[in-house]
């Protein structure tokens, strides 16, 4: 039998025959007997009591079914919970009804819910609900937000202070100082806006309860669906038992369909209430209000340094916007996942960092593609460079005096993180021989051509990836485990299929996971079924998010696989006749040492596990195994980036010429696939930088609340992006993966403003807050040549 | 007060009494129950919902159905033919011009009117020309090769692109 070597191969993704001929099918594409839409009411105003609401003409609306308001629901649904309850940081949650009851906190805040024959008649009647509000003053800056006398948002959290975390390593008082005597000290402000998700795909739910035999079954765009059985119990009373949540083909997520929403507890009590199945679908304005939103820190950095280049410290304090509510993982994504990463690829010794948490009247804050390590990666980048260029360095050579060594690893950073393994310089020596780094100094150097000046950036980052550790989970306060789950099942004919408590979404893991098991088996890619989605059929999971699918999911394949083949080489050496100690397994074939024409394919192997004939002593029937993988550390991708841009000194126009990408995932399943990642998450940050940004007016009104407004990029903006890859595999997981998809997203950000502020060097300026819109760039520019 | 129309989608006549405020993209998905088609906004952005009118791309999220009354209409659900997938699917799957697939076939359709417009489209020519319709996955790079792929194909040449 002929098989390729399938893992490391560009293989075609199995998900797209179906993708590609519209035959799959969304939350939304569902249509069940019976089944009613919700719409619901949503708060105008960013703060308000409620001082009444009239549901008498939406109820008396031909085709209304029901309309439910927050009273309604008291004492029938819980409150929303927050999951991620970081320790030590004087954490507050105040409650989260599920429909506001007494006061609405953020534009978009939802009051009540109309359930109808169909959603036109559902969004007639909710257009009849009449809510009476008293407006009370708003606050949407979380500088703002914690003034004495600023509008109070909850009676729990004073001065609207949700937490304050620190991370402190090494003696940063002692390094500034000695900095300050005879090094440099540089100090920056810096602006992480606000963005906005933006999943082509809007949330969607299906829930159908059946009142015979008490089972919920709901449908929707969860990127975790076992994590929201559980909030979905808690929430609707109902018992974890008489739940399935099921992820039909979920049209991306980035992060935001990680929470638990209000809307979701919502429906599942209309259908229980109706006796119907209800759909909801958000539609796009809904989902600028409702959906959560990312980043949006403000931070106050102090570098200190060597007059010889070598980084000492960093120190600061952030103000991280958290929203009206702390959505289910908020807390932990500007603490954990951005403290703990801030002294970056570097061999900083000292640090001391404070992050508040700050209630504003604004839509919840929660994970967004790289989930605060895209913050802490822009801050030290951006340090790096104000360093380099108050030293006259060249952006290159203070990356590489400071960078942890290769020899080093593992290395133990100053904020207690284990660094598992990384050859920083190698991937930036990379990035800068496919960029010809040289040689656009070179051209640099002769100055601007027709008012146009080029500007070079670099980036180097790792990150954090593959969560994680359970132990570490709940040490950091994080309610859950981040193990995950895996069953392998050969069927008589030797057809496998591979269940999975990851929630792929778009990744292409029905791809790479295949590809794992056809390497483990030998069996061909095409006997293969990756299963997800589904709690009905997986028994446990933790789902899709923070770059962990590959890495804990895939890892957890691999160790289930191989217990397959263990099991099937004990049958195999009883079927043969021989020890097992002398059983080969080669390519999908067991055959006895030194005779390989005494061989069984796993397919018979399989066969007779099944029939049970003639099993050896103690083997019981049956061909399948699971594995629970709980990974011993992260895992920590690493790479360099350079972004090359002419910025029009006339106009203010930032042109992106070139993008270089060189990053270090560990072993690479399949080259295409990554290359999709990188591809995705660079678009993502670069927008970041040059264009993304929530804006909100200071009475709370999202003024960026459509795809109008909100700059989605658009394939026009982009060069062909360059990527490579160097290979340093993760030592501690089974298959040596890192994990690559935020990896994009993390290093463009810094690339590109790095770029931009190199290119206004001539101009004076060391720093400009993103996005680098022209009218930003121009007003920086000619504000200071006019002085 | 419902109106009566008369539509041909992917070959196939219908007729229905419809609310004139109904969407086509509605009326598509709902009525039809050709799901294909999805809707990624509200403000005719994202071009998810992109069809086939008389064979001009329109967004279906900004037609009304009753504009479409007597018209051809093509989905996505259209375009193989006989068990074969189109130039542009294949090049879609080939390439890689997808991940969640919710914009695919909203991106598939605008290509196949550039595609019928433009046969041989420069770079640039293919990234202004899907300039109507967002994915937020793919970093477009990918959706690109997938249409030359396509545009290969369709003019008859080998299609595999010496880059890959």
Not at chain 1, 10 to 35: A, F, I, N
Not at chain 1, 323 to 339: C, M, N
Not at chain 1, 541 to 568: C, D, F, H, N, Q
Request: with cysteine; charged share 20%; aromatic share 6%.
């Amino acid at each position: 039998m002929a098989v390729t070597r399938v893992f490391g191969a560009s293989v075609k993704r199995r998900e797209d025959p179906r993708l590609v001929t519209g035959r799959s099918t969304y939350t939304d594409d569902l249509q069940l007997p019976g089944m009613l839409h919700a719409q619901f009411v949503r708060s105008p105003h960013a703060h308000a009591r409620i001082l009444g609401i009239d549901v008498g003409a939406a109820r008396r609306h031909p085709g209304v079914v029901a309309v439910l308001t927050g009273r309604d629901l008291q004492g029938v649904l819980q409150p929303i919970p927050t999951a991620w309850l970081i320790p030590n940081a004087d954490l507050k949650t105040p409650p989260h009804p599920p429909l506001a009851v007494d006061t609405v906190r953020y534009v978009g805040d939802a009051v009540a819910v109309v359930v109808a024959e169909d959603r036109y008649r559902a969004s007639d009647a909710a257009a009849l609900v009449r809510v009476d509000y008293q407006v009370l003053p708003a606050v949407v800056d979380q500088e703002k937000a914690v003034q004495p006398g600023a509008p109070q948002l909850h009676p729990e959290a004073p001065q609207n202070v949700a937490f304050r975390w620190s991370v402190r390593g090494g003696d940063p008082d002692q390094a500034f100082a000695e900095a300050r005597r005879e090094g440099v000290v540089l100090a920056q402000r810096f602006v992480n806006q606000r963005l906005i998700p933006n999943a082509m795909e809007t949330r969607s739910v299906v829930a159908r309860y059946n009142p015979g035999s008490g089972e919920l079954v709901v449908w929707y765009t969860t990127q975790n669906p076992h994590i929201a059985r559980f909030l979905m119990s808690v929430v609707t009373g109902l018992p974890e038992h008489k739940i399935r949540i099921i992820a039909p083909e979920v049209g991306g997520g980035f992060g935001s369909k990680i929470p638990f929403y209000p809307e979701e507890a919502v429906i599942a009590h209309c259908s229980r209430v109706a006796g119907r199945p209800v759909k909801w679908t958000e539609d796009r304005r809904e989902n600028y209000l409702a959906t959560i939103h990312g980043r949006d820190h403000i931070t106050d950095l102090e570098v200190a340094a060597r007059r010889d280049g070598t980084l000492l410290a960093i120190r600061g304090r952030t103000w991280a916007n958290m929203g009206a509510y702390l959505s289910t993982a908020a807390p932990g994504i500007p603490t954990i996942l951005h403290g703990l990463m801030l002294t970056g690829c570097y061999t900083i010794p000292h640090i001391a960092y404070e992050v508040t948490g700050v209630f504003t009247n604004t839509t919840p804050v929660d994970a967004y593609r790289g989930a605060g390590r895209p913050e802490a990666t822009y801050l030290i980048e951006r340090a790096v460079d104000l360093v380099a260029s108050a030293l006259s360095m060249d952006p290159a050579d203070i990356r590489r005096k400071n960078f942890v060594p290769a020899d080093r690893f593992p290395y133990q950073t100053a904020e207690g993180l284990t660094y598992d393994s990384g050859n920083y310089a190698a991937t930036l020596d990379r990035a800068l021989e496919l960029a010809e780094y040289h040689k656009l100094r070179e051209v640099q150097k002769r100055g601007p051509r027709d008012g146009k000046y080029l500007g070079i950036g670099l980036s180097t980052y790792v990150e954090i990836c593959g969560l994680g550790p359970s132990s570490v989970a709940g040490a950091v306060g994080f309610q859950g485990g981040l193990w995950e789950s895996a069953t392998v099942r050969l069927h008589p004919t030797g057809k496998a299929t591979v269940f999975t408590g990851t929630s792929p979404h778009g990744q292409g893991e029905e791809t790479t996971f295949a590809q794992i098991v056809a390497e483990e088996l030998g069996l061909p890619l095409d006997d293969i079924e990756v299963v997800h989605g589904d709690t009905g059929a997986i028994s446990m999971g933790w789902g899709t998010y923070g770059s962990r699918t590959t890495v804990v999911g895939g890892a957890a394949i691999a160790l289930a696989a191989r217990r397959v083949r263990e099991k099937a080489a004990k049958i195999a050496a009883h079927l043969l006749e021989a020890a097992e100690a002398d059983i080969v397994f080669d390519r999908g074939r067991f055959h006895v040492r030194g005779s390989p024409e005494r061989a069984k394919t796993l397919q018979e192997v399989t066969l007779q596990a099944y029939l049970a004939w003639n099993l050896p002593a103690g083997v019981e029937p049956s061909l399948e195994a699971s594995a629970f993988y709980d990974p011993s550390n992260f895992t920590f991708p690493f790479g360099a980036h350079v972004a090359v841009v002419e910025v029009n000194a006339d106009t203010g126009e930032v042109e992106l010429q070139r993008y270089v990408a060189v990053d270090d995932c560990g072993r690479v399943i399949n080259p295409l696939i990554v290359d999709g990642q990188v591809h995705g998450g660079l678009v993502q940050g670069i927008a970041q930088a040059m264009w993304e940004g929530a804006v909100y007016s200071p009475e709370g009104q999202l003024l960026t609340g459509s795809m109008a407004e909100y700059a989605v990029p658009r394939a026009r903006m982009f060069p062909r992006f360059v990527t490579a890859r160097t290979e340093t595999p993760s030592p501690h997981n089974p298959l040596g993966v890192k994990g690559v998809g935020e990896t994009g997203t993390i290093a463009s950000t810094p690339a590109v403003v790095n770029a931009v502020v190199d290119a206004l060097r001539p101009f004076g300026i060391t720093h400009l807050d993103m996005p680098l819109t022209p009218e930003r760039v121009w007003t920086a520019i000619h504000g200071k040549t006019r002085r | 007060m419902k109106r009566p129309i008369h539509v041909t989608v992917n070959g196939v006549s219908y007729t229905h009494e419809v609310e004139p405020r109904l969407l086509l993209v509605h009326y598509i998905r709902e009525v039809l129950g050709l799901t294909g088609t999805h809707i990624g906004c509200d403000t005719t952005s994202c071009g998810a919902c992109t069809v086939l009118l008389n064979g001009k791309a329109v967004k279906s999220c900004t037609v009304l159905a009753v504009q479409a009354d007597g018209a051809a209409i093509q989905t996505v659900e259209g375009l193989a033919r006989d068990g074969q997938l189109h130039p542009i699917q294949e090049g879609f799957w080939e390439e890689h011009g997808l991940q969640c697939g919710f914009c695919t076939p909203g991106m598939m359709m605008t290509a196949l009117d550039l595609l019928q417009r433009i046969p041989n489209p420069t770079e640039e020519q293919i990234r202004w020309g899907i300039e109507g319709n967002l994915c937020r996955c793919t970093g477009y790079q990918h959706i690109v090769n997938a249409i030359q792929y396509a545009a290969r194909k369709m003019r008859g040449e080998n299609p595999r692109s010496s880059t890959r």
